[in-house]
């Protein structure tokens, strides 16, 4: 029945833990954002080179769909 009881106070501190950390983030300005995130895969990160051979392949490809 102890190991119960201790097991209930472990369980307690780690929740209690988990809850300050949250409020601690929310505080901290971790979720001001809402709507980049969302759409930041939506952007290129760098502009392509031209070596770049998946760039030389959609080009070909596209220009022989136009033909």
Same mark, same amino acid.
């Given at each position: 029945m102890s190991v119960i009881v %201790?097991? @209930?106070i472990i369980g307690i501190i780690v929740a209690g833990g988990f809850l300050a950390s949250f409020i601690w983030a929310v505080k901290s300005g971790q979720y001001d954002d809402t709507y980049s995130p969302?759409?930041?895969m939506l952007f290129d990160d760098s502009k392509p080179t031209e070596n770049d051979p %998946?760039? @030389?392949d959609s080009d070909e490809n596209s220009k022989s769909k136009t033909k």
């Open positions: %201790i097991l @209930i969302a759409v930041r %998946i760039n @030389i």
